[in-house]
């Protein structure tokens, strides 16, 4: 399994931005994907997530009505387009996948890509 995101950058309050992350080694239109983040010296958190389908989507309550997450099956790839972005959404951006191992499952990351939001 591998995940490559891209897409990060340095951006001021207000502007927007659009990650992509590319999966290989599993049949990517079986599974959910998601995005979190991680900002210095705080948790990842979870960001948004998409079915397999990508007809149901869910979003934290910090990025909501802001950020748009959106799946290309024939492109193996998974969106997160961010608008209105505020300086608390500087962080690392992760895409992500659980897969099932098992009796449970087994969580693939990709490596990050930077998000900074700043005048």
């Known amino acids: 399994v591998q995940l490559v995101e891209s897409g990060g950058g340095l951006v001021q309050p207000g502007g927007s931005l659009r990650l992509s992350c590319a999966a290989s080694?599993?049949?990517?239109?079986?599974?959910?994907m998601s995005w979190y983040r991680q900002a210095p010296g705080k948790e990842r958190e979870l960001v948004a997530g998409?079915?397999?389908?990508?007809?149901?989507?869910n979003y934290a309550d910090s990025v909501k009505g802001r950020f748009t997450i959106s799946r290309d099956n024939a492109k193996n790839t998974v969106y997160l387009q961010m608008n209105s972005l505020k300086p608390e959404d500087t962080a690392v951006y992760y895409c992500?996948?659980?897969?099932?191992?098992?009796?449970?499952?087994?969580?693939?990351w990709g490596q990050g890509t930077q998000v900074t939001v700043s005048s």
């Open positions: 992500n996948v659980q897969i099932p191992l098992g009796w449970g499952r087994r969580a693939y």
């Open positions: 080694g599993f049949t990517f239109s079986r599974y959910a």
């Open positions: 998409v079915t397999s389908a990508g007809d149901i989507t």
